[in-house]
């Protein structure tokens, strides 16, 4: 039996989506391509030759990691996007001052929208419908049909 996702494994999971979208690789030149030179870069002076400058490693994601990223890039389409962004920014590791500023409200109010976009995917994810929606639904009244 499938358990069920709750909003800290949603949180994870953007978490997790945004660390694998900064490891992707991204070489220069991968980009469009302006105005140029078709011809590669050669080596001006020896010191510039491999080995000068400091080896950094990188990490390359697997595929199950790109695939987990895809699927929660997929999420964001679950909510507004304003509030897509304030979750693509949380996982990204921004500050809420940073947020508030991007989505121009002040902290609780982006704290809220936070929070309610991820449990409007969690419940979406379990295959509820989000409480809000489900209660005006229910309250409002049903007028009869004029024939």
Not at 68 to 97: F, H, S
Not at 104 to 111: D, E, L, S
């Amino acid at each position: 039996m499938k358990r069920a996702v709750t909003t800290q494994d949603v949180e994870d999971r953007f978490e997790e989506a945004a660390m694998t979208l900064r490891r992707v690789p991204n070489p220069p030149g991968s980009g469009p391509k302006g105005y140029g030179c078709g011809w590669p870069d050669y080596v001006q002076e020896a010191k510039h030759a491999y080995g000068y400058n400091e080896v950094r490693m990188r990490v390359v994601p697997s595929a199950g990691d790109i695939a987990r990223m895809e699927e929660a890039l997929k999420w964001l389409a679950l909510v507004a996007p304003d509030d897509a962004k304030i979750i693509w920014l949380r996982a990204e590791g921004y500050r809420w001052r940073h947020v508030c500023i991007q989505a121009g409200c002040v902290r609780q109010t982006a704290w809220r929208r936070w929070v309610a976009a991820l449990k409007t995917i969690e419940n979406r994810l379990n295959g509820r419908r989000s409480r809000s929606r489900a209660k005006k639904t229910a309250d409002r009244p049903v007028k009869p049909r004029k024939t």
